[in-house]
Nanobody, 120 residues
Framework: QVQPVESGGGLVQAGGSLRLRCTDS????????MAWFRRAPGKEREFVAR????????YYASSISGRFTVSRDNAESTMYLQMNSLKPEDTAVYYC?????????????WGQGTRVTVSS
């Protein structure tokens, strides 16, 4: 079972970029479809992006609109989220999780998340 660990968050100005990283202490990410989610202050957790086990199929929330790119390196048991043209509304704690293939339905454990703060 995937036990995700997120990293790479921080404080960035609007228009800037960050690269988030999702690793797994059990090194089993390679066998799962994975996704990024986020929870903004005072809001429910929402889906951001997902990627199938091979990395060939990706899907994004409409709010991302081409600014983010999800990728993975199964040899390193790692998933990434490259975030460009960041906006203040992207401020949130970002989480990764294994998901049911073809969906954004999470399975298994949640990590602690990594905080992203975008200043205007």
């Amino acid at each position: 079972q995937v036990q995700p660990v997120e990293s790479g968050g921080g404080l960035v100005q609007a228009g800037g970029s960050l690269r988030l990283r999702c690793t797994d202490s059990t090194r089993t990410i390679g066998g799962y479809s994975m996704a990024w989610f986020r929870r903004a202050p005072g809001k429910e957790r929402e889906f951001v992006a997902r990627i199938n086990w091979s990395g060939e199929i990706t899907y994004y929330a409409s709010s991302i609109s081409g600014r983010f790119t999800v990728s993975r390196d199964n040899a390193e048991s790692t998933m990434y989220l490259q975030m460009n043209s960041l906006k203040p509304e992207d401020t949130a704690v970002y989480y990764c999780a294994a998901v049911i293939p073809g969906t954004a339905r999470p399975i298994g454990s949640w990590g602690q998340g990594t905080r992203v703060t975008v200043s205007s």
